[in-house]
Antibody
Framework: QVQLQESGPGLVKPSQTLSLTCTVS??????????WSWIRQHPGKGLEWIGY???????YYNPSLKSRVSMSVDTSKNQFSLKLSSVTAADTAVYYC????????????WGQGTLVTVSS | EIVMTQSPVTLSVSPGERATLSCRAS??????LAWYQQTPGQAPRLLIY???TRATDIPARFSGSGSGTEFTLTISSLQSEDFAVYYC?????????FGQGTKVDIK
């Protein structure tokens, strides 16, 4: 059974960098048939794509966040990570890591989500 | 960025009744449209993709229709577990974008 699990600090100070890791079990981030992504949900509000990548392919970032976001993969640990710099209160959200089929931009598998609060 | 607009914001329905949810795209997304269901404290669950194809293990009471800019999700006979928030999402153009959601609650 494939599972995704987010981890990282639940509280980040304004202007600092938010760092999260997604640990994948039951599948490999090297799997060519899938994309891996980060999606966030502001409290009580809708969903926003942060970015996605295919292993061995390109990484795509939401233009609204592109100047502040980076994603990376650690194949030795079967993990992928998110960094979001210069955070403000507007970055407070539940952050999900997710997986979808490479053939279309839908998400079939989600992590449980982790709440990150930006506050001093 | 393609803006997805859902209506209504809230839909009050009695169990066993039919629910019809709408989603409009600011420009054509062809049939690259998905619907998700989210219950409190849970991640979204994919219901429909390619505008009308049910995802694995999704009951037949859920159906999708539409193309271009106008889409509909229909739940033919609401069950207790269907009271939730529903989101549409386009994946025709990056960044992929979601609607703001429609909450289906008990009348």
């Amino acid at each position: 059974q494939v599972q995704l699990q987010e981890s990282g600090p639940g509280l980040v100070k304004p202007s600092q960098t938010l760092s999260l890791t997604c640990t994948v079990s039951g599948s490999s981030v090297l799997s060519g048939g899938y994309y891996w992504s980060w999606i966030r949900q502001h409290p009580g509000k809708g969903l926003e794509w942060i970015g996605y990548f295919y292993y061995g392919g390109s990484t795509y970032y939401n233009p609204s966040l592109k100047s502040r976001v980076s994603m990376s993969v650690d194949t030795s640990k079967n993990q992928f990570s998110l960094k979001l710099s210069s955070v403000t209160a507007a970055d407070t959200a539940v952050y999900y890591c997710a997986r979808g089929p490479k053939s279309r931009g839908v998400t079939l598998l989600w992590g449980q989500g982790t709440l990150v609060t930006v506050s001093s | 960025e393609i803006v997805m607009t859902q209506s209504p914001v809230t839909l009050s329905v009695s169990p066993g009744e039919r629910a019809t949810l709408s989603c409009r795209a600011s420009q054509s997304v062809s049939s690259s449209l998905a619907w998700y269901q989210q219950t409190p404290g849970q991640a979204p669950r994919l219901l429909i993709y390619d505008a009308f194809t049910r995802a694995t293990d999704i009951p037949a009471r859920f159906s999708g229709s539409g193309s271009g800019t106008e889409f509909t999700l229909t739940i033919s006979s609401l069950q207790s577990e269907d009271f939730a928030v529903y989101y549409c999402q386009q994946y025709n153009n990056w960044p992929w974008t979601f609607g703001q959601g429609t909450k289906v609650d008990i009348k």
